[in-house]
């Protein structure tokens, strides 16, 4: 079993719909949760880092945590072509060099469409 | 402000040759640096992290090295590169200071081993 599950997808949405991404995990002593969106042929960006429990909100992107069932989401509101990446979710353990020491999912494609 | 640099950003070698890859980073120092890499369809995998010059650990077992022989500079080696080496390589780096803090990735290196 891998430490992170994430489905690849491909995920196809039309423009302005709301897109739901997750991952589930098995390692209970994760600290940090992230979501990094990734762009064909290059290197991935942060898009939220939350800590803990909760739901963290920027702009249209809504990450939520559930450390009891080991599960994290993504929301993404009014979807727009220009969101159609790659998106990966990763996680680390506490302190040092763990917060560079990230496990990542498989990743989810997702392609939105006008 | 920081930036992180990767080159190549392509690469294509034969079976059985030798592979450097190199990173540097800008506008920080004592950086923590990683080498990750994205094989095709899947999550990306820490293969080696640097806390300082010389100090190198790895997470997975592989026909690669790495090094770092400058503050701000870390290097990725085979003597003999394999077939299944080939994959996209990503370097990352997060500050010294730990904290909460994201990991900063670079654009990558796309290795294609014939």
């Known amino acids: 079993q891998k430490e992170v599950e994430q489905d690849p997808g491909p995920l196809s949405v039309p423009e302005g719909a709301i897109v739901s991404l997750n991952c589930t995990y098995s390692n209970s002593a994760f600290q940090y949760f992230m979501w990094y969106r990734q762009y064909s042929r290059k290197g991935p960006e942060l898009l939220m880092y939350?800590?803990?429990?909760g739901n963290k909100e920027d702009g249209r992107f809504t990450a939520q945590v559930d450390k009891s069932s080991k599960y994290i989401s993504l929301f993404i509101r009014d979807s727009q072509p220009s969101d159609s990446a790659t998106y990966l979710c990763?996680?680390?353990?506490?302190?040092?060099?763990?917060?560079?020491?990230?496990?990542f999912g498989q990743g989810t494609i997702l392609t939105v469409h006008p | 402000s920081q930036t992180i640099h990767q080159w190549p950003a392509t690469l294509v070698q034969p079976v059985g040759s030798p592979l450097s890859l190199e990173c540097t980073v800008e506008g920080t120092s004592n950086p923590n640096l990683y080498w990750y890499r994205q094989a095709a369809g899947r999550g990306l995998q820490l293969l080696f992290y640097s806390v300082g010059i010389g100090q190198i650990s790895s997470e997975v077992p592989q026909n690669l090295s790495a090094s770092r022989p400058q503050d701000r500079q870390f290097i990725l080696s085979s003597k003999k590169l394999l077939l299944s080496d080939s994959g996209f390589y990503l370097c990352?780096?997060?500050?010294?200071?730990?904290?909460?803090?994201?990991?900063?990735f670079g654009q990558g290196t796309r290795l294609t081993v014939v």
């Open positions: 990352a780096w997060t500050p010294w200071t730990g904290g909460d803090t994201e990991a900063f």
């Open positions: 990763a996680m680390s353990l506490s302190g040092g060099t763990s917060y560079g020491k990230l496990t």
């Open positions: 939350t800590y803990s429990s």
